[in-house]
């Protein structure tokens, strides 16, 4: 199978079909489809391969000017590119696609593996109830998929060994690049999926600013990583192509049900590289300070990391996406944001997530970003607040303070707020003073979250309910 004449990216058109597309075709009729129709994790590593298609394509672009020029011819220069290295795309073969050469096999794992939705290996998953200990048959187009998100998004852990080369794995295996820090990745999301590919490419003089990071060239223009050479893989993991499609697991597939999983190669991790869709911030303070990516949080929306997520900060390496620079140049009102990633605790697959966000182009200007990271802190300090009254409730029932349990309150406190927050975004985009709008919201997720959570039906515990009542106090913000 050749990923670049062959169906195997599932899409949806603008009439809302969904199907699925080779590389040659996606680019070809780019202007017709509408988006992925991808889980996010697959969406990201999908998003990868078509950055680093294009780029090496373009061998660029060199910097604003060329990038906003490169819009107009850039589906012929990637079909020509992918015409020319179609060889390199096939899946099964002698140069296979994304995958060890020269590896001695193993056939030590089950094609089931390749899905972190599927039960194999460390992957437990309570209603799989087609999983056994001899995997299933999948399709190619589904190992094309699966093998593009397993190598981007691998944790890391114990793992079988064999000869690559002239070099034996390691028994370890580090974090695929997708996941360090279980990272919220970020695009931009265009009319279609031609337009989205262009937004969130990186000219040369962005990536020249990350640390320690060159332009480079994909996995497949150099044999020699596939062989496992020292010097090729240390070249290829520093440059920004080959750490888009990276080769984190050495796999080599076979039309069975099983293959070859063993260690591949290390990436440099923060803050000897950044990942460049992600968002970065400095935490802490003195000598534990020191710079994090903003995670995928399965209990927190990312709304209140927003400011962050928008910053364009070209000092440091903290800062958000370097694709949202573009938007400075872009003539339109609003913008679609999307982000998502794959939450990970050590080598264990907890959930993925991803949100959606329709933003006033407005917002990327500091003064509004200013404004909107007031609007959070107000939120912050209304839940400091209900921490004081729910606290207050428990000491005059006489209940011993390692008993308190704030969750329930905070719970529903921020579930209110994560479904009113556009009100937060529309006080940024009409200049509307927090205190008219965003101060009523909050107040009355303070009080909702406390009555949820301390009872006041017992003449004791309303007497209890009314003295901790009145610790829910903000004060309202200056317009």
């Known amino acids: 199978m050749n990923l670049t004449d062959e169906p195997w990216i599932p899409i949806i058109r603008d009439d809302g079909t969904r199907e699925r597309v080779s590389l040659i075709a996606l680019f070809k009729e780019g202007e017709t489809i509408r988006d992925l129709a991808v889980n996010p994790p697959q969406r990201v590593a ?46 099964y073969g002698s140069t296979p696609f994304m995958q060890a050469k020269d590896i001695e096999p193993l056939d030590n794992a089950t094609l089931d593996k390749l899905n972190f939705n599927l039960s194999a290996g460390n992957n437990s998953v309570l209603f799989d109830h087609q999983a056994s200990p001899s995997g299933r048959v999948h399709g190619p187009e589904w190992c094309a998929l699966m093998l593009l998100t397993f190598q981007c998004f691998s944790p890391g852990g114990l793992i079988g060994t064999t000869q690559w080369g002239e070099n034996k794995t390691t028994k370890t295996s580090e974090h695929a690049p997708a996941i360090e820090g279980s990272m919220i990745h970020t695009y931009i999301r265009g009319e279609n999926l031609l337009i989205t590919t262009w937004m969130n490419l990186l000219t040369k003089k962005m990536i020249a600013e990350f640390p320690g990071m060159n332009f ?6 150099d044999d020699n990583i596939l062989k496992g050479d020292p010097e090729a893989a240390r070249i290829s993991t520093a440059s920004y192509l080959g750490r888009l499609v990276p080769l984190s697991r050495a796999i080599f597939l076979n039309k069975n049900k099983n293959f070859t999983l063993a260690n591949g190669l290390s990436y440099p991790k923060l803050p000897a590289q950044r990942e460049p869709c992600a968002t970065v911030v400095r935490r802490g303070k003195g000598k534990n300070e020191k710079d994090i990516y903003i995670a995928v949080n399965l209990s927190r929306h990312p709304w209140r990391e927003l400011s962050s997520v928008l910053s364009l900060s070209k000092t440091s390496i903290a ?10 140049y872009i003539k339109s009102d609003r913008v679609d944001i999307w982000t998502g990633g794959m939450a990970a605790d050590k080598g264990k697959i907890l959930d993925v997530a991803e949100w959606n966000f329709s933003l006033p182009i407005e917002m990327l200007n500091k003064t509004e970003l200013l404004v909107y990271e007031k609007g959070v802190e107000l939120a912050r300090k209304g839940e400091y607040s209900l921490r004081e009254a729910v606290k207050a409730w428990y000491q005059e029932m006489a209940v011993d303070s390692k008993s308190i349990s704030y969750e329930k309150a905070l719970m529903s406190y921020w579930a209110l707020l994560d479904k009113q927050y556009l009100v937060l975004i529309r006080c940024i985009s009409s200049s509307e003073p ?20 301390c009872p006041h039906t017992t003449p004791r515990q309303i007497q209890a309910f009314a003295i901790a009542g009145q610790k829910l106090r903000l004060k309202k913000p200056e317009d």
């Not at 999908?46 to 589906?75: H, V, Y």
């Not at 480079?216 to 223009?221: A, K, L, N, S, V």
């Not at 927090?434 to 959570?453: D, E, H, K, V, Y």
Request: with cysteine.
């Open 434 to 453: 927090l205190g008219q709008a965003w101060f009523p919201i909050i107040c009355r997720a303070m009080n909702t979250g406390f009555s949820n959570s």
């Open 46 to 91: 999908l998003m990868r391969l078509l950055i680093c298609i294009t780029q090496a394509a373009l061998d660029g672009p060199q910097d604003e000017k060329d990038w906003f020029q490169s819009q107009k011819n850039l589906a012929q220069n990637v079909i020509v590119y992918l015409e020319k290295w179609g060889h390199a795309f096939e899946l």
């Open 319 to 328: 800062g958000g996406a370097a694709c949202l620079r573009h938007l400075i």
């Open 216 to 221: 480079g060239r994909p996995i497949w223009e």
